[in-house]
T-cell receptor, first 114, second 112 residues
Framework: GAVVSQHPSWVICKSGTSVKIECRSL??????MFWYRQFPKQSLMLMAT?????????EQGVEKDKFLINHASLTLSTLTVTSAHPEDSSFYIC??????????FGPGTRLTVL | KQEVTQIPAALSVPEGENLVLNCSFT??????LQWFRQDPGKGLTSLLL?????REQTSGRLNASLDKSSGRSTLYIAASQPGDSATYLC???????????FGPGTSLSVIP
């Protein structure tokens, strides 16, 4: 149990385009989902926290207009990188948690912006 | 503010050795501590999860201990194998809803 999936697992896009990444909790209802980013040779850094049906809370330094997060249901959160640029190339990982439970991590999405 | 550190940053050992990875955290009020493995270019694989009330967890050749009072956890890998080569991350959360704070990781290389 407690499986979190992400789609796509990798994506390559041109600079200026938008990319949507999905995070799904497959066998539980996730009241809260988190989005992390990992640059090469660095540890994961939290970008934002999203609760179902409400606006995401962004960490300091993360542009909310650039990284749009939607948590429309208890099993799905999406991260849209708008007008992507090469510096947005990174590994994006989501995690999901049910009430009073541990965070379960997705496998990650590798974004490469050309 | 919770901070997580890991020592060493990198480790290279010959195959068959037993080894210990260290993780330290500054705030002992944690909900749980997790050890993850990350292969190059891959996502996270959860290895062991220790709840705040537990002292250790074991899975196969892996054993993780937790000493909340001193803010430390160790990951013990027995009889290391080349397939164990990866980056090992420890992460703590303050509450069940809290964000997980990751350490910088230990890059392990097991030489055949």
């Amino acid at each position: 149990g407690a499986v979190v999936s992400q789609h796509p697992s990798w994506v390559i896009c041109k600079s200026g385009t938008s990319v949507k990444i999905e995070c799904r909790s497959l066998d539980f209802q996730a009241t809260t989902m988190f989005w992390y980013r990992q640059f090469p040779k660095q540890s994961l850094m939290l970008m934002a926290t999203s609760n179902e049906g409400s606006k995401a809370t962004y960490e300091q330094g993360v542009e909310k207009d650039k990284f749009l997060i939607n948590h429309a249901s208890l099993t799905l959160s999406t991260l849209t990188v708008t007008s992507a640029h090469p510096e947005d190339s990174s590994f994006y990982i989501c995690s999901a948690t049910a009430q009073a439970d541990t965070q379960y991590f997705g496998p990650g999405t590798r974004l490469t912006v050309l | 503010k919770q901070e997580v550190t890991q020592i060493p940053a990198a480790l290279s050992v010959p195959e068959g050795e037993n080894l210990v990875l260290n993780c330290s955290f500054t705030d002992s009020a944690i909900y749980n501590l997790q050890w993850f493995r990350q292969d190059p270019g891959k996502g996270l694989t959860s290895l062991l999860l220790i709840q705040s009330s537990q002292r250790e967890q074991t899975s196969g050749r892996l054993n993780a201990s937790l000493d909340k009072s001193s803010g430390r956890s160790t990951l013990y890998i027995a009889a290391s194998q080349p397939g164990d080569s990866a980056t090992y991350l420890c992460a703590v959360s303050g509450t069940s809803y809290d964000k997980v704070i990751f350490g910088p990781g230990t890059s392990l290389s097991v030489i055949p």
